[in-house]
T-cell receptor, first 113, second 113 residues
Framework: GESVGLHLPTLSVQEGDNSIINCAYS??????FIWYKQESGKGPQFIID?????DKRQGQRVTVLLNKTVKHLSLQIAATQPGDSAVYFC????????????FGKGTKLTVNP | DAGVTQSPTHLIKTRGQHVTLRCSPI?????VSWYQQVLGQGPQFIFQ???????GRGNFPDRFSARQFPNYSSELNVNALLLGDSALYLC????????????FGDGTRLSIL
């Protein structure tokens, strides 16, 4: 069946450290992947996306890595700040047809000052 | 520019009632999707509409229905409410559908008594 899972439900880091959030997906037909940040009381906020024809994509302080061989996705946050504290979701989808995204349960990132 | 807006922000209903949730997409976005997020879990896909036509439907009962209007705004309707329908209902919009980042509103918190 469909599933997008996260290896670690919680992650605690020190301010200034780099954070790595991991995600496993099971649908080999998925060709679009996306990371969201959700703060308490708010909707998910788009961070970065990647298509299956890429292995790596960088944004501002964030990098997403895609390993299609082992169906693994990771989000790296450089120089983590207290404002990065939130729940992070990975989601998988398709570039054709329905816009449906399948989300995992999320990883709660806590940044300690 | 305004993001995705949803109304109302909070709603309390009793079992058996009907509810209508509303969503206005980002200006220029033609695709709207609805998700249900139960506390502690990732969002779950309900519907997608693109250019006023249904493009996808998740595993939800027929009590759930939606539509998209000519101005691309959307409504989600839920009939015969059950306690289990208590959740955060999220609306997301994108420019043209699959393979594009979906941008979420802050949701409607629905509580069923």
């Amino acid at each position: 069946g469909e599933s997008v899972g996260l290896h670690l439900p919680t992650l605690s880091v020190q301010e200034g450290d780099n954070s790595i959030i991991n995600c496993a997906y099971s649908n080999s037909a998925s060709d679009y992947f996306i990371w969201y940040k959700q703060e308490s009381g708010k909707g998910p906020q788009f961070i970065i996306d990647i298509r299956s024809n890429m292995d790596k994509r960088q944004g501002q302080r964030v990098t997403v890595l895609l390993n299609k061989t082992v169906k693994h996705l990771s989000l790296q946050i450089a120089a983590t700040q207290p404002g990065d504290s939130a729940v992070y979701f990975c989601a998988e989808g398709s570039q054709g047809g329905s816009e449906k995204l399948v989300f995992g349960k999320g990883t709660k990132l806590t940044v300690n000052p | 520019d305004a993001g995705v807006t949803q109304s109302p922000t909070h709603l309390i209903k009793t079992r058996g009632q009907h509810v209508t949730l509303r969503c206005s997409p980002i200006s220029g976005h033609k695709s709207v999707s609805w998700y249900q997020q139960v506390l502690g879990q990732g969002p779950q896909f309900i519907f997608q509409y693109y250019e006023k036509e249904e493009r996808g439907r998740g595993n939800f009962p027929d009590r759930f229905s939606a539509r998209q209007f000519p101005n691309y705004s959307s409504e989600l309707n839920v009939n015969a409410l059950l306690l289990g329908d208590s959740a955060l209902y999220l609306c997301a919009s994108s420019w043209q559908g699959s393979g594009q980042p979906q941008h979420f509103g802050d949701g409607t918190r629905l509580s069923i008594l």
